[in-house]
Each structure stands twice: as structure tokens, then as C-alpha cells.
């Protein structure tokens, strides 16, 4: 990468505003990790958290690892702009769960998956509730517990309940607002609810009280590897033994070929299936991509188009051409509470 870099040093920290943010920010922390820095120790900064703009690459560095060199690049004008920009494109999961609340073709927000014979955009949401069926292949939720994590506009968890019927489904997100929008979109729906949550840091239930658990396109939000290790944890904790965790999402592999369901993975919770469905969800933004576009246009004022393109995962878009060149791929990934007989005998 050719962008000049420098240290930064404890007095310039005041030009760099902008580029500190809230730990919960949305920000994909994996991308660091394909970003190669050797700087020597020059500086020790005493503040919580920065973002460093390496060209294209932002990422989130903890008061932990602070000690080490902190780089940044030395057009301050335009890492302000970049780090502006990334903020409007976190902003916009929010925006489009809370604002457009009466648009029937925003019901789904995860990306869809397709068939590779499939062709055909009826703009219905068809594609997003196939990715919930392959998430669901093979498990039964039917008189379950279910939690999804990420609930989004809540369409996704109405489509479950009343296709297969579980015992109890919750959906949980972070967002006040979103929750609001599902509460009140779904609030006649038998056995549904909505509860406010941050998957990261405490999941609101019993311990060993859900038979399954969702998380459809959620982890790569969370802001660095801890958070996915806590979020692991306290799956661990509100399973039930031999409970599931039903897990899909696009991740960037680190230079050792970790990933984030490697994250996730832990003493127990087992991997039982994994699948790379890539190109199905390529396939999928690809039928959707006119449709999707009309609607950007139609309903989103014009110097906000391209941040909605993004977190579409339209094609053109960084995410969808990491996808489609290699640098990232999306998986679906089954995982399995342990139970006292999976333990070794010692």
C-alpha cells in the first residue's frame, strides 16, 4: 500500500476528532489484521480508542495495544473525510430500521441467497427468507426457544415464527429505535417479542435457557476480536446443552487464516457444519441489484446514495468485489453446545 504513514504523537491528538469513536461503532475489525504495520515504539498515548485510516482501511485500536506504534495517514484532511464518511455508513442500519418505516421492500435487510439457476427478482423478500432457510437447514426449531441476534426490521423473525411455529422467539438489537419499529410492526404476532440487547456484552436470559440461537449477518459489526469472544461466551452461557448456534456473515480472513467463526469456536462450542455459500449470496445482490438500486434512487436523497450502496453490498461496492475477488467470503456455520459425553475422558 503506498499511502505515506506517520506516528502519531500526543499532541496532535486534537486534529484527530474526528477519528475517535465509541467502542460499539460498527467497524469490520478483521480488515486490520490484512494491513501489515511495523512500526517501532515511539509514542505511548494515554486515550481510550482511535481509528487509523490506512488508505481504504480503518480500523479500531484498543488502549491495550496503544503501546505499540500508531499510524496514521498524513493527509489529516482526508482521513477526516474518510473517518465522516464511515460514520454516515455506520449510521445507516440504524436510519433504515428506524426511518423508513413504511416501505414494504425494505421488510429484509440481510443480503439473500440465491440458487445459481435462479434469476428472478419478485421484490419480496424472497431471497433474504431462502438465507434463513439454509441458516435453518437441518434443525428443527418447531416448540423451540429461539434468539436472534440482529433482528434488523424484525421481518425476518415474524417470517420463522410463522413459518415453523417455535415455542418463543425474541429478537435483539442494540438500537432502542429498531426494536421500537419491531414492537410496533409485530406486536399481534403470537409468541414473537423484541428486547433491547448488546450481544457483546450481556445477553438478557437465564443461563441454559435457549434451544437456539440466530445470528444472521451481525458479527461483522462488532467492533473488535473481544467483543466476538464475549458475544461467544455468553452464547455458551444461555444454551441450553446441545443447543445450536446458527451463524452466517462475510469475514475477512488474518494473515493465519482466522476468521471470525474461528472466533467464535471455543471449548464449547463445537463446529459442526460449515459452508462457503459465496457465491450465492453474489448470485443473490446480483438478481436484487436492479431493484435495490430503484429503490436507493427513489427514496434516498443523492449525496447519501453511494453509503446505501455499501451497506447494500451492491455490486461496484468494496464489500461486494472483496466477495467476489476472494478477499473475503461469507459462510454458514452450525455450531453445537458440548454436553457432559462430547467432554474428554481423562
Given at each position: ?19 475517535l469513536?465509541?467502542?460499539d ?9 490484512r ?17 487509523i ?10 488502549k ?24 454516515r455508513?455506520?449510521?445507516w ?16 435487510m ?12 419478485d421484490?419480496?423478500g ?7 432457510q439454509?441458516?435453518?437447514?437441518n ?5 423451540k426457544s ?6 434488523g426490521r424484525g ?30 410492526l ?9 428486547v ?14 435457549i ?17 466476538t ?8 452461557r ?15 480472513m ?10 467464535i ?32 434512487q427513489?427514496?434516498?436523497?443523492l ?5 446505501f ?9 468494496q ?9 473475503s467470503?461469507?459462510?454458514?456455520v452450525v455450531?453445537?453446545k ?9
Amino acid at each position: 500500500m503506498d499511502t505515506a504513514i506517520q506516528t502519531v504523537s500526543k499532541s496532535e491528538i486534537n486534529l484527530l476528532d474526528l477519528l475517535l469513536i465509541k467502542r460499539d461503532t460498527c467497524i469490520n475489525k478483521t480488515q486490520i489484521e490484512r494491513v501489515e504495520l511495523n512500526q517501532k515504539v515511539n509514542d505511548v498515548i494515554d486515550f481510550d480508542s482511535a481509528i487509523i485510516l490506512i488508505g481504504r482501511f480503518k480500523f479500531y485500536v484498543p488502549k491495550s495495544i496503544l503501546s505499540q506504534s500508531i499510524s496514521i495517514c498524513d493527509d489529516i484532511v482526508k482521513c477526516q473525510q474518510e473517518s465522516k464518511d464511515f460514520e454516515r455508513l455506520s449510521l445507516w442500519y440504524e436510519k433504515i430500521s428506524s426511518i423508513y418505516t413504511n416501505i414494504n421492500e425494505l421488510q429484509f435487510m440481510n443480503w439473500g441467497y440465491a440458487d445459481l439457476d435462479e434469476h428472478i427478482d419478485d421484490n419480496t423478500g424472497y431471497y433474504s427468507k431462502k438465507l434463513y432457510q439454509q441458516v435453518l437447514a437441518n434443525i428443527t426449531i418447531t416448540d423451540k426457544s429461539i434468539l436472534e441476534v440482529g433482528c434488523g426490521r424484525g421481518a425476518g423473525a415474524a417470517w420463522c415464527v410463522n413459518t415453523y411455529t417455535p415455542q418463543s422467539y425474541v429478537g435483539i438489537d442494540p438500537s432502542q429505535d429498531v426494536i421500537n419499529l419491531c414492537q410496533r410492526l409485530y406486536s399481534t404476532t403470537p409468541r414473537l417479542s423484541f428486547v433491547v440487547a448488546d450481544a457483546t456484552k450481556h445477553l438478557p436470559f437465564e443461563n441454559e435457557s435457549i434451544d437456539i440461537i440466530l445470528c444472521i449477518e451481525a458479527t461483522h459489526a462488532f467492533d473488535e476480536p473481544i467483543a466476538t469472544t464475549q458475544f461467544a461466551n455468553e452464547v455458551v452461557r444461555v444454551l441450553r446443552p446441545n443447543g445450536y448456534l446458527l451463524w452466517c456473515d462475510f469475514c475477512y480472513m488474518d494473515g493465519s487464516g482466522t476468521s471470525t467463526y474461528d472466533l467464535i469456536a471455543n471449548d464449547e462450542l463445537i463446529i459442526e457444519e460449515k459452508i462457503n455459500i459465496t457465491k450465492n449470496v453474489l448470485h443473490a445482490l446480483d438478481i436484487q441489484n436492479k431493484s435495490r438500486t430503484d429503490f436507493i434512487q427513489r427514496y434516498i436523497q443523492l449525496e447519501e446514495q453511494e453509503y446505501f450502496r455499501r451497506f447494500a453490498g451492491l455490486p461496484g461496492t468494496q464489500i461486494y468485489e472483496d466477495m467476489s475477488q476472494g478477499r473475503s467470503q461469507y459462510w454458514r456455520v452450525v455450531f453445537r453446545k458440548k454436553t457432559i459425553t462430547d467432554m474428554p475422558i481423562i
